[in-house]
């Protein structure tokens, strides 16, 4: 059943997502050309007279309205997110979405599995547009400007054939972290909206946005509870690295950092997972024994 | 042994101090159509919201066919809100795929054949319909099932005397033997030629729970007439 949650919740995202991407494709490529003509022509092409200035100018306002296509469409993706998850839990669609012969964890999984795809899709997306504009947007001369990749490359090269094995550890704990922290944050955000859809019947949305901030600052007040039993430790060992840095090559620095900062790295991703899994639980737990559907 | 397909013991439900429900004990065989009649505030659509898990009970248990509301109730229940509930971008074709994707008891032909019937565009989207055909399609969706237990809760109240005939008609010939349909409605009159038995809620206890036909022999009263009787202001 779950499959097919997410089958349905994926179609109704992106019934509306799916053009959005394509728009921002699209803006990338008009405000690419645009700032391709420019940049052959020179900064002082917006101010001469007569067709060419008029061209330039327009141009230029294309590249612009790319720019703010792009954080446009990092708002609306949000929203849509947001706005499904509201409608099919707290609205008459409840009535719907609730009388499902499924579990209630098996509706908030494919609510948090189809909200994170949808993220990602759109963080790929811009990935693509923001290459688009770096490799055809900036050359000079020619069509194409490969030089800050081959940039890019050469210096991820040589990390790896200095450091070698030892970046294969950060790269994962980055990639746990961005996954981590992305299903805490939607998880956030529903079981705020969750909350607000019980506790007011008026005024949910508004209840909502509050118990995202009564959220933030409890889980914000346990941070720094923690951090002031916890973290003396590892300031200590900060400090101690100060002294010895200076004697060190760029390898060996790298590796005394990350060994000294393994500890703290390993617990605040422990930390995010709790209060992750304490959110979806909370969620569930006021869905199924709180909710009230009008 | 004979289960019943629906089963309140000592049933409460409040809202903060008010009681929506109050210790109702009531067992619902299968094979009949029973009518849920009371004044607005008495708790029918509470009882009816309990049965399908929209709301858990403050007291007592409910089962369905000897289920707690959970997969397997939900699974045997079909229930008609007393709302508009479907997504209104989906069309009509997008709804009937929805039930038969969750609910392996829809019958995808029947519902189709009945649309026809009532002469709602299969293809229109759910927000250019007016309300009344809404409500046909959420009956027709919730009729298709071959459920054990089907929660009508207000069916008929939005739309015209002529699709009420149709709908009442679709409900004698789409419940079989062993399913039990439940009916709230404040239309009376209209329902009570297909009722076998009927439940009179006040203030969140049962008051009356009997047969058509006894009350009929017994006290040569139609449904309404009682009810009238019963609940005048």
Redesign the interface.
């Known amino acids: 059943m779950l499959g097919k949650l997410i089958k349905q919740d994926f179609k109704s995202l992106s019934r509306i997502l799916f053009p959005t991407q394509l728009a921002i494709l699209a803006a990338s490529i008009i405000g690419t050309i645009s700032f391709a003509i420019n940049i052959r022509k020179g900064v002082g092409a917006y101010f001469q007279n007569g067709t060419f200035g008029i061209i330039s100018g327009i141009s230029a306002m294309l590249g612009g309205l790319m720019v703010f296509a792009i954080f446009a469409s990092v708002f609306l993706v949000a929203f849509i997110i947001f706005e499904r998850f509201y409608k099919s839990f707290m609205t008459s669609e409840g009535y719907l979405t609730f009388t499902l012969p499924v579990t209630t964890s098996e509706l908030l999984w494919s609510k948090l599995i189809t909200a994170m795809l949808w993220t990602i899709i759109s963080a790929v997306v811009i990935f693509i547009s923001a290459n688009i504009f770096i490799y055809f947007g900036t050359a000079k001369e020619g069509i194409v400007n490969f030089s800050p990749y081959t940039q890019i490359f050469r210096g991820i090269r040589e990390a790896f054939s200095e450091l070698g094995g030892g970046l294969t550890l950060p790269i994962i704990e980055f990639i746990i972290l961005c996954i981590i922290g992305l299903a805490y944050n939607i998880l956030h955000i529903y079981l705020a909206l969750i909350i607000g859809g019980i506790v007011s019947q008026k005024h949910k949305i508004l209840a909502g946005v509050g118990f995202y901030f009564v959220i933030s600052i409890a889980v914000g007040i346990v941070t720094s509870l923690l951090m002031n039993l916890f973290g003396g430790a590892m300031v200590n060992q900060l400090n101690r690295l100060d002294s010895l840095m200076p004697g060190l090559n760029g390898a060996q620095a790298f590796h005394m950092v990350m060994n000294a900062t393994q500890p703290m790295i390993l617990c605040s991703m422990a930390f995010t997972l709790i209060l992750t899994a304490g959110f979806f639980l909370l969620s569930n737990y006021f869905i199924k024994n709180k909710l009230n559907l009008e | 042994m004979s289960e019943a397909t629906l089963e309140c013991r000592e049933l409460s439900k409040y809202?903060g101090p008010n009681a929506a429900l109050h210790n109702v004990n009531i067992s619902l065989p299968a094979g009949k159509i029973i009518g849920l009649l009371g004044p607005n505030g008495s708790g029918k659509s509470t009882l009816i919201k309990l049965a399908?898990?929209?709301?858990?009970p403050t007291d007592g248990e409910i089962l369905v066919c000897g289920f707690e509301p959970?997969?397997?109730s939900?699974?045997l229940?079909s229930?008609l809100?007393e709302?508009?509930?479907?997504?209104d971008?989906m069309t009509v074709l997008d709804c009937l795929k929805?039930f038969q994707?969750?609910?392996a008891d829809f019958d995808y032909a029947r519902a189709i054949s009945m649309l026809q019937a009532l002469s709602v565009p299969a293809n229109a989207r759910m927000k250019t319909l007016s309300k009344g055909t809404k409500e046909k399609v959420q009956l027709v969706l919730v009729m298709s099932r071959r459920a054990r237990l089907y929660l009508l809760d207000e069916p008929i109240g939005g739309v015209d005397p002529a699709a009420r005939d149709y709908i009442l008609g679709t409900i004698l010939r789409n419940y079989c033997e062993d399913s039990t349909v439940l009916i709230s409605t404040h239309l009376i009159a209209d329902v009570e030629k297909i009722l076998d038995e009927f439940i009179f809620l006040q203030s969140g206890q049962i008051v009356s729970y009997a047969s058509t036909d006894s009350l009929r022999a017994d006290l040569g009263k139609s449904i309404d007439e009682y009810f009238r009787e019963v609940f005048r202001c």
């Open positions: 809202f399908c898990g929209l709301l858990t959970g997969i397997e939900k699974a229940v229930y809100p709302r508009t509930y479907l997504p971008w929805y994707d969750f609910y």
